[in-house]
């Protein structure tokens, strides 16, 4: 197996907090670098975060400074802690590992007033 799934989504005011969590099953999640994804209503999926497997992290400049990547490799888990949200942050979020796999359902999130 190597989809990941996706949870923690919801609705949030802007300038509130949400962590995403994008879960695994079998042995290979550690010796994976695995991405975080998002897509808004009618717009291109676009690239967010990055954790490596040595746990490197790299962030799109539009979250840069709000948004913590991190793994916790013992829980098969990635986690993507989101403060300071904005409603252009709305979208779908998506976790997937680098080079393999297929998408998920990915966990819908909202920041609206």
């Known amino acids: 197996q190597v989809q990941l799934v996706e949870s923690g989504g919801g609705l949030v005011q802007p300038g509130g907090s949400l962590r995403l969590s994008c879960a695994a099953s079998?042995?290979?999640?550690?010796?994976?670098?695995i991405h975080w994804y998002r897509q808004a209503p009618g717009k291109q999926r676009e690239w967010v975060a990055l954790?490596?497997?040595?746990?490197?992290?790299n962030y799109a400049d539009s979250v840069k400074g709000r948004f913590t990547i991190s793994r916790d490799n013992a829980k098969n888990t990635v986690y993507l802690q989101m403060n300071s949200l904005k409603p252009e942050d709305t979208a779908v979020y998506y976790c997937?590992?680098?080079?393999?796999?297929?998408w998920g359902q990915g966990t819908q999130v909202t920041v609206s007033s």
């Open positions: 954790i490596s497997s040595s746990g490197n992290t």
């Open positions: 997937k590992y680098q080079g393999i796999g297929s």
């Open positions: 079998g042995s290979i999640f550690s010796i994976y670098n």
